[in-house]
């Protein structure tokens, strides 16, 4: 079945850096797209990165030039590297993808910006 896991999440201070890991299972993973959400409110996730299967990738505006997203498919993990962190980025982040039509998260891992 399909599994994403990620990993990576923490407490960082402003301006600081972070990298999150999402490994995947139970899918062609190179075929796939992979994004980065985030929790913004109860019901509400917000789309902070995506990246295609041939590498191509979109932002959220908010972490553009701030956010990078990178995939290696030799070991099915994508990544997403924080710089520049804000109070705001705190949340929840989850790793997604649909293969077969249909919507797979992972648990999450929370991110913490604060001094």
């Known amino acids: 079945q399909v599994q994403l896991v990620e990993s990576g999440g923490g407490l960082v201070q402003p301006g600081g850096s972070l990298r999150l890991s999402c490994a995947a299972s139970?899918?062609?993973?190179?075929?796939?797209?992979m994004h980065w959400y985030r929790q913004v409110s109860e019901n509400r996730r917000e789309l902070v990165a995506a990246?295609?299967?041939?590498?191509?990738?979109n932002y959220a505006d908010s972490v553009k030039g701030r956010f990078t997203i990178a995939r290696d498919n030799a070991k099915n993990t994508v990544y997403l590297h924080m710089n520049s962190m804000k109070p705001e980025d705190t949340a929840v982040y989850y790793c997604?993808?649909?293969?077969?039509?249909?919507?797979?998260w992972g648990k999450g891992t929370l991110v913490t910006v604060s001094s």
């Open positions: 139970g899918f062609v993973f190179s075929w796939n797209a």
């Open positions: 997604n993808t649909a293969p077969y039509g249909v919507h797979y």
């Open positions: 990246i295609t299967s041939s590498g191509n990738t």
